[in-house]
């Protein structure tokens, strides 16, 4: 049976209405509607871009979706900030999330009131579970079998959220076509990664429609720039899908080339697998190999105040010359 969506929301944002844009982009003629400068810039930087269309189209035949299951965000990470502020009540709810994961979860969770578990528990009030597939630092993938379950068990109870922010670098198949099957699943995509656009701010959220609806409403009126949406239009083109997928084979073989290379290392006690484009590396001394990089010019993440991450780096997979630059400084670490 179909839950009712409209149960998880919070109760006072069940009627929000989304901001109506009245005004689609083609709209000529004198446009005195939005306050806006009547100067025009080249660019037509002086107006509200409020038309989406083109790009959510794109984007949702990139993810092999229809155009009412996605949202476009700033990032995922606008992602998540809507989920949040949707689902859960102030200092009445919780979300699940589970450690070592991305710190976001816990950020917007914090921000707004909401208690973050990392165990289930006997906490009746989780409204979202967050699953990071590849998980971020670990680079771990979640079995799609066990998303299933996790989305049957919880389908009267609360949203599953895959953030699939690194999905192009693995082998797992994405959460994105099981969305029909599973009202309460939520997937979180972006081009920061794999697309390489990270200073650009666009990530999509893929739902259910009436879910997608209800997340419409939450988000700012006229949130992208025209800039924003013509270089993400130009960026996911079929022509630039190819050059896209020649990039992760790029890094996917240098990922191989550095797992080998830092296992041989003195200084390295574990790499652990990754389908993401990092490897999570524990070394003999995290905070010695890092202040030793930092001077060499080379900044590494440190991860080692996460749970279970003690004397761990991450190190994200770049160009060859560069990856080789890293391997020659740990080549001198004990
Ligand atoms: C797992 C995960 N989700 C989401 C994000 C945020 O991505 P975006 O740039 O789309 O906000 C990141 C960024 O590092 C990430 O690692």
Not at 6 to 11: E, L, Q, S, T, V
Not at 47 to 70: K, M, N, P
Not at 163 to 174: L, Q
Not at 207 to 235: C, E, G, N
Request: charged share 20%.
């Amino acid at each position: 049976m179909m839950p009712d969506i409209r149960a998880f929301i919070r109760p006072e944002l069940r009627d929000l209405k989304p901001y109506v844009n009245l005004r689609q982009s083609h709209d000529l003629g004198i446009l005195l509607d939005l306050n806006e400068s009547p100067w025009d810039r080249e660019d037509k930087s002086n107006r509200y871009h409020s038309d989406f269309s083109a790009l959510t189209a794109q984007l949702a035949t990139l993810y092999g979706i229809a155009s009412d299951e996605i949202l476009l965000t700033r990032g995922s990470d606008e992602g998540i900030d809507l989920l949040i502020r949707l689902f859960c009540r102030p200092y009445y709810d919780a979300i699940l999330i589970c450690p070592p994961t991305f710190s976001m979860y816990r950020f917007y969770a914090k921000l707004q009131g909401i208690t973050v578990m990392e165990t289930p528990g006997d906490c009746e009030n989780i409204k979202i579970l967050f699953l990071c597939s590849p998980n971020n630092p670990t680079g771990h993938t979640t079995a799609p079998d066990e998303i299933f379950e996790l989305c049957q068990k919880l389908a009267e109870k609360a949203i599953v959220v895959v953030d699939e922010a690194y999905i192009e670098f693995s082998t797992t198949e994405s959460m994105t076509s099981y969305i029909q099957r599973y009202p309460n699943l939520v997937v979180l995509r972006t081009l920061s990664k794999a697309f390489g656009l990270a200073g650009l701010r666009c990530g999509a959220l893929i739902a259910h429609k009436q879910l997608v609806q209800y997340l419409r409403a939450v988000l700012a009126p006229y949130p992208f720039s025209t800039a924003t949406i013509q270089a993400a239009m130009d960026a996911t083109k079929p022509a630039c899908v190819v050059a896209l997928k020649e990039r992760v084979r790029c890094i996917l073989t240098q990922r191989k080339i550095m797992q080998t290379a830092l296992t041989a290392l003195c200084c390295v006690k574990k790499v652990w697998p990754s389908e993401a484009n990092f490897l999570l590396v524990e070394f003999n001394d995290a905070k010695k190999i890092y202040a030793t990089c930092l001077e060499n010019g080379i900044r590494l993440r440190d991860v080692s105040n996460e749970p279970g991450l003690e004397n761990c780096l991450r190190i994200s997979i770049g160009l060859p010359e560069q990856n080789e630059s890293l391997i020659n400084v740990l080549r001198k670490c004990v």
